[in-house]
């Protein structure tokens, strides 16, 4: 009997797909395996990123409160205390919180006029791509403090020429150690029209606004003058 085209469709349809489900079949049985493995290891992965992620947000308040005890301690004149709780952060900590006791550790070090140990510290923080830039900046700034004395102007310069700009937050401080370097280099031009700058600038704290304009005028640079021309125009 011959097909009608309606049955002959149904047929060819009817053909496709058990090719369809043998291919199937052959691919399952060639790959399953390999297919359930990718999917299970898929699932691991996600299950190991999700603990990964809690694990480190508990870590992360442990050590929040680990670090705000070391605080209080160094803020009770306890710092035999605060010094045990600083080192471990220090060495085990978070990337956040292991450059902020490091850079605690230093300051404790350069108020005990340990300068070079001071100036380690603060070079491993500004060092530290894991630590927040505002911190390694400010760790660059005081690291340059506590070895000022033993660089060579240049280097000073070279240093701090990235935070010695109008805008950082540590224009005033950099700009200050930037302008004395010139200083001693005997650029008296450089050194005076930095200091004016400075002087100037209404976001540098007082007190070293107040350095700048002493200096300023030192070097034949009327900052207060021009400071005062500046308001009145």
């Known amino acids: 009997m011959a097909l009608t085209p309606q049955s002959n469709e149904a047929f060819l349809r009817e053909v496709d797909e058990e ?34 992620q809690s694990h480190r947000k508990n870590v992360a308040g442990e050590q929040g409160i680990q670090f705000n005890q070391a605080m209080d301690a160094l803020g009770n004149q306890q710092p035999d205390k605060a010094a045990p709780i600083l080192a471990d952060l220090a060495k085990n900590g978070t990337e956040g919180y292991a450059a902020l006791a490091k850079f605690t550790q230093a300051d404790i ?4 006029q340990d300068l070079k140990g001071a100036a380690k510290l603060f070079a491993e923080v500004a060092a530290d791509t894991g630590a927040a830039q505002p911190l390694r900046d400010l760790a660059l700034v005081r690291q340059t403090l506590a070895e000022y004395d033993t660089l060579q102007p240049q280097v000073v310069i070279d ?23 010139h200083l001693r280099m005997n650029r008296r031009d450089l050194a005076g029209r930095m200091f004016g700058e ?5 976001n540098v704290p007082a007190s070293i606004r107040q350095r700048a304009v002493q200096m300023a005028g030192v070097l034949g640079v009327d900052a207060v003058d021009q400071a005062e021309e500046k308001k009145a125009g």
């Open 198 to 202: 400075i002087a100037r600038d209404e």
């Open 19 to 52: 090719l369809r489900r043998e291919e199937a079949i052959k691919l399952w049985k060639r790959w399953g395996i390999v297919i359930v493995a990718v999917i299970v290891a898929a699932l691991v992965a996600l299950a190991g990123w999700l603990w990964w």
């Open 109 to 112: 070090a350069l108020q005990k």
């Open 159 to 181: 240093r701090l020429r990235p935070l010695a700009v109008k805008g950082n937050p540590y224009y005033g401080t950099a700009g200050e150690m930037t302008a004395v370097a």
